[in-house]
Nanobody, 123 residues
Framework: QVQLVESGGGSVQAGGSLRLACVVS????????MGWFRQAPGEEREGVAA???????YYGDFVRGRFSISRDDAKNTVYLQMNSLKPEDTGMYYC?????????????????WGQGTQVTVSS
């Protein structure tokens, strides 16, 4: 059974930083596409960052150099470092794996999703 467990969310002031972690069990992340997505209340889910096993990455346009996705294959964990946070970054952040191609994952066609971790940025 594949499980993804996110952690690291919380409440921060604008300009602050958070580092999210997604620990995967039941499968290896080696060579797998991994991604972070977010959803604000009343909004559609959107891609934040994604990484292929080969090192390709996608970032949402709104990231603009503020966030960075990384992975530790030995720990079966993917991270999202978020700096210069803004109130509009508030939302539930989800980790996902799979999709076949990075593009399919980026478009939400993940094989498995985590339960999410809440990020709240105050002004």
């Amino acid at each position: 059974q594949v499980q993804l467990v996110e952690s690291g969310g919380g409440s921060v002031q604008a300009g602050g930083s958070l580092r999210l972690a997604c620990v995967v069990s039941g499968t290896t992340i080696v060579s797998k596409n991994m991604g972070w997505f977010r959803q604000a209340p009343g909004e559609e889910r959107e891609g934040v960052a994604a990484s292929s096993g080969g090192g390709s990455t996608y970032y949402g346009d709104f990231v603009r150099g503020r966030f960075s996705i990384s992975r530790d294959d030995a720990k079966n964990t993917v991270y999202l470092q978020m700096n210069s946070l803004k109130p509009e970054d508030t939302g539930m952040y989800y980790c996902a794996i799979g999709g076949g191609t990075l593009w399919r994952l980026w478009n939400g066609h993940a094989d498995h999703w985590g339960q999410g971790t809440q990020v709240t940025v105050s002004s």
